[in-house]
């Protein structure tokens, strides 16, 4: 079994910042990438921002610039901060973490959704 616990979500105003982590802990031998996705009211989800273990890091269009993903590997922790927030930022925010189980398999893990809500 994986956990991925999340924190960090709320309510902000139009301009503010918020900053969410994401730690994962159980029958983990290896964590591969790791990412955060969100979903709006009626729409798909989709990939905020990712990084992998080495430290490469993509980003949507949409957020660039704004937000930054970041990974603390001796904790299997990832943090998203996120500046300059706009009402279009309004979503369910989502962990995912791709890792390797001992039998050698490679896994998507799913956090169990943060609300950010910002007021403008």
């Known amino acids: 079994q994986v956990q991925l616990v999340e924190s960090g979500g709320g309510l902000v105003q139009a301009g503010g910042s918020l900053r969410l982590s994401c730690a994962a802990s159980g029958s983990i031998f290896s964590i591969n990438a790791m990412g955060w996705y969100r979903q709006a009211p009626g729409k798909e989800r989709e990939l905020v921002a990712a990084i992998t273990r080495g430290g490469s890091t993509n980003y949507a269009d949409s957020v660039k610039g704004r937000f930054s993903i970041s990974r603390d590997n001796a904790k299997n922790t990832v943090y998203l901060q996120m500046n300059s927030l706009k009402p279009e930022d309004i979503a369910v925010y989502y962990c995912?973490?791709?890792?390797?189980?001992?039998?050698?398999?490679?896994?998507?893990?799913w956090g169990q959704g943060t609300q950010v809500t910002v007021s403008s």
């Open positions: 995912n973490v791709k890792a390797w189980n001992v039998l050698g398999n490679l896994n998507d893990y």
